[in-house]
């Protein structure tokens, strides 16, 4: 079984596939200076787009880890994602609260998918 990596350099590649697994590098928003709920759809519209090019979609997805930098920005961050994963697709879930790469940063999201 092989492995494939997408989009990467020397420290870390954006789509790693294992068999059929694919996990996701954290996501961050493109607009750091954006609000809670702007950075949250950027992120998930990012995690989109790569599980595509995974060949799988955000209805496979086994287990998501979510970085906030703010936890007074949970419910904030829970009304984007609500209305992003489809019904009856929750996936195993973590969040965390933790000081992200940049402070402008609020929101980071890594994936781990069925393909």
Not at 69 to 98: K, L
Request: glycine fraction near 6%.
């Amino acid at each position: 079984m092989g492995i494939t990596r997408h989009h990467g350099n020397q420290r870390m590649s954006q789509i790693v596939i294992h068999g059929d697994t694919a996990y996701l590098a954290g996501q961050v928003a493109a607009d750091a200076s954006a609000n809670i709920t702007i950075q949250t759809e950027q992120v998930l519209a990012k995690v989109d787009k790569l599980l595509a090019e995974a060949g799988s979609d955000k209805s496979r997805i086994l287990s998501a880890q979510i970085w906030i930098a703010n936890i007074g920005h949970f419910s904030q961050m829970n009304e984007v994602w609500d209305t992003w994963v489809p019904e009856g697709n929750a996936p195993a879930r973590a969040r965390i609260e933790a000081r992200l790469a940049s402070p402008d940063l609020l929101v980071e999201v890594g994936i781990i998918a069925a393909c």
